[in-house]
């Protein structure tokens, strides 16, 4: 009896089709779906991250047979359209924003001279653009090195309102490194393109070192993971809520 009821349970399950919702099969005896359990090889193809797919009866019967089934809500979630025909395309409002979020340095400092601030000014004065450029926190380290030399409350205040705007810039930026701006160049080149032919090419011959950096790179842009058809990769599951149905 016991197995006949939850014969019919996963029945229903499997016919019920909601809007915006994907699922994961897996066969193997988990309680909650992890990122820590994301594999490399070819189960990687279109990106790291967790599967998931919209068909219900895909992810039960031919990846989650004899073991468990999940939902996760996807309507809400910023995704890159992976498909290789009529998916997303780097556009140059997309690369805007990329030097935006990556750390343009230029961006950076011109934003820190927008505060009018004589100590911010005095600081990139005396250590030149080029330091500045390379690690805006000078300008934190310095005025917090200067606090204990401040003898009244009106400095000490206005010391700690330029500390707070100026974290307030660099909370902005996701600081770049060499990976970083190696995608970007790439992405840069291929305006126009396919996210799937140019994330293809980034991948290339070293597909297994490339994945899961590449996630992290979109991620830092804001991005919670990838589609490309029935499938969806998802590497951020800060903002999605996942379910076990069985």
């Given at each position: 009896?016991?197995?006949?009821?939850?014969?019919?349970?996963?029945?229903?399950?499997?016919?019920?089709?909601?809007?915006?919702?994907?699922?994961?099969?897996?066969?193997?005896?988990?309680?909650?779906?992890?990122?820590?359990?994301?594999?490399?090889?070819?189960?990687?193809?279109?990106?790291?991250?967790?599967?998931?797919?919209?068909?219900?009866?895909?992810?039960?019967?031919?990846?989650?047979?004899?073991?468990?089934?999940?939902?996760?809500?996807?309507?809400?979630?910023?995704?890159?359209?992976?498909?290789?025909?009529?998916?997303?395309?780097?556009?140059?409002?997309?690369?805007?924003?990329?030097?935006?979020?990556?750390?343009?340095?230029?961006?950076?400092?011109?934003?820190?001279?927008?505060?009018?601030?004589?100590?911010?000014?005095?600081?990139?004065?005396?250590?030149?653009?080029?330091?500045?450029?390379?690690?805006?926190?000078?300008?934190?380290?310095?005025?917090?090195?200067?606090?204990?030399?401040?003898?009244?409350?009106?400095?000490?205040?206005?010391?700690?309102?330029?500390?707070?705007?100026?974290?307030?810039?660099?909370?902005?930026?996701?600081?770049?490194?060499?990976?970083?701006?190696?995608?970007?160049?790439?992405?840069?080149?291929?305006v126009g393109e396919l996210f799937y032919n140019v994330n293809k090419m980034i991948m290339?011959?070293?597909?297994?070192?490339?994945?899961?950096?590449?996630?992290?790179?979109?991620?830092?842009?804001?991005?919670?993971?990838?589609?490309?058809?029935?499938?969806?990769?998802?590497?951020?599951?800060?903002?999605?809520?996942?379910?076990?149905?069985?």
């Amino acid at each position: 009896m016991k197995q006949f009821i939850a014969k019919l349970l996963r029945e229903n399950i499997l016919n019920e089709e909601v809007s915006g919702v994907v699922y994961h099969g897996t066969p193997n005896d988990v309680q909650e779906l992890s990122l820590d359990f994301v594999k490399g090889g070819e189960r990687v193809r279109y990106g790291w991250g967790l599967y998931f797919t919209s068909l219900k009866h895909k992810a039960a019967n031919d990846y989650g047979k004899g073991g468990h089934l999940f939902s996760a809500n996807v309507s809400n979630l910023k995704l890159l359209n992976l498909d290789h025909h009529n998916g997303d395309r780097v556009t140059s409002e997309f690369i805007a924003m990329a030097d935006r979020k990556l750390g343009n340095k230029d961006e950076i400092v011109n934003d820190l001279k927008s505060l009018n601030s004589e100590i911010i000014n005095e600081i990139i004065d005396y250590f030149g653009l080029d330091a500045i450029m390379k690690d805006p926190k000078i300008i934190i380290t310095q005025i917090e090195d200067n606090l204990a030399n401040v003898r009244n409350n009106n400095d000490y205040e206005m010391y700690i309102k330029t500390i707070e705007s100026v974290d307030s810039i660099l909370e902005q930026y996701h600081t770049i490194d060499d990976i970083d701006n190696y995608y970007l160049s790439l992405l840069k080149k291929g305006v126009g393109e396919l996210f799937y032919n140019v994330n293809k090419m980034i991948m290339g011959e070293h597909h297994e070192s490339h994945t899961k950096r590449l996630a992290m790179f979109y991620k830092s842009l804001g991005y919670d993971g990838f589609v490309h058809g029935d499938e969806y990769v998802l590497f951020n599951l800060g903002n999605v809520k996942i379910t076990k149905l069985y």
